[in-house]
Nanobody
């Protein structure tokens, strides 16, 4: 079993930065694909980024490419999402997810989820 807990969300202004963390416990997560998704009110859960291995392989959604950066600290069992130049449309609950299956942008492809952390960006 893998347990994920996100932190670092908050209320910021447009143009600000935030760094989200996803603490991983339970089974070792080095073999897992780690993903970040987000869900805005009234919308479906949306893919943000996935990361494989030590972090050299990543894929970003077009909407965040160039602004968001994902990384992982294996020693700390933590995955980070650095979010720069935040926009009001980035407002959502952000979820960390993990899977031992193939990397995917589809939320159904992930087996473990954190409870989420709220990010609100004011204009």
């Amino acid at each position: 079993q893998v347990h994920l807990v996100e932190s670092g969300g908050g209320l910021v202004q447009a143009g600000d930065s935030l760094r989200l963390s996803c603490a991983v416990s339970g089974r070792t997560f080095t073999g897992h694909v780690m993903g970040w998704f987000r869900q805005a009110p009234g919308k479906e859960r949306e893919f943000v980024v996935w990361l494989m291995g030590s972090g050299t392989r990543t894929r970003y959604a077009d909407s965040v490419k160039g602004r968001f950066t994902v990384s992982r600290d294996i020693a700390k069992n933590t995955v980070y999402l650095q979010m720069n130049d935040l926009k009001p449309e980035d407002t959502a609950v952000y979820y960390c997810a993990a899977t031992r299956r193939a990397a995917t942008t589809i939320s159904d492809g992930y087996d473990y989820w954190g409870p989420g952390t709220q990010v609100t960006v004011s204009s």
